[in-house]
């Protein structure tokens, strides 16, 4: 199968649907990242059909088990080459997304993404969460927040619970083994004003990966000391 019919495919096994044009941008966007990664250091993957499984399926797993509504407001923090994110938009043009960074460069490359590929709607943001998390403008904006390979846990729902408004849900993409990282982000959950929702465990589509899916449901304000300044989440945990 070529990376076009793995990404149509294994979406519709998702329950997505992606017609011509957004199979375009997924092409457009590899060709994209593969050019760019050329220069920086993007991604590891570089098989356009290891990149439609392991970036694109990965990223749009979540609307196997979210429903997110037209419209809906999501930051991705520490998006890196755009994963979730960008993804995401192509999949939900409706989307109001935010893609946030602390690493320049990385934003660079998404500027040109998203002028290449005419999102509307795309906010690019520098900055580190624990910075961003105390600014008013972004603070409790969000109905979603989420995060792929960012830090574990108990660190990362520091860096993206204060980001959602009441209602909205942080979500977090892991690997198979998630119970020990659940274990000891209980507290961190509890103490940012969350829940936890729900784990889900899967096989990603048109592969034999293991991933999982934790989401946490805001349920209460975040208390104003949270998130602490930039490097204490890593260093200290909420325990
Ligand atoms: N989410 C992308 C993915 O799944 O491919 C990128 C993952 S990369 C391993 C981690 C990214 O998180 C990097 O781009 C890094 O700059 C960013 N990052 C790490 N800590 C951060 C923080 N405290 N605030 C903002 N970005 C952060």
Redesign the pocket.
Known sequence: MSAREILESGATALGVRLDEKQLDAFVRYTALLLEWNARFNL?RITEPEEIAVK?YLDSLSLLKYVQVPPGAKMI??????G??GIPLKIALPGLKLTL????KK?LTFLEDVVGQLELPNVKILH????DLGQVRAFRWEYDFAV?????KLNVLCE?CVPFCRTGGAFIA?KGPDVDDELAEASRAISVLGGKLESVHRFVLPNSDLQRSLIIVRKTEQTPRAYPRK?GTPERDPIK
Request: cysteine-free; aromatic content about 8%; proline content about 4%.
């Open positions: 991604t970036h991705d923090m520490g998006t890196g080459a994963f979730p946030a960074d602390s690493v990385r900055g580190r969460a624990e995060a792929r390979a960012v830090a860096l993409w930039a």
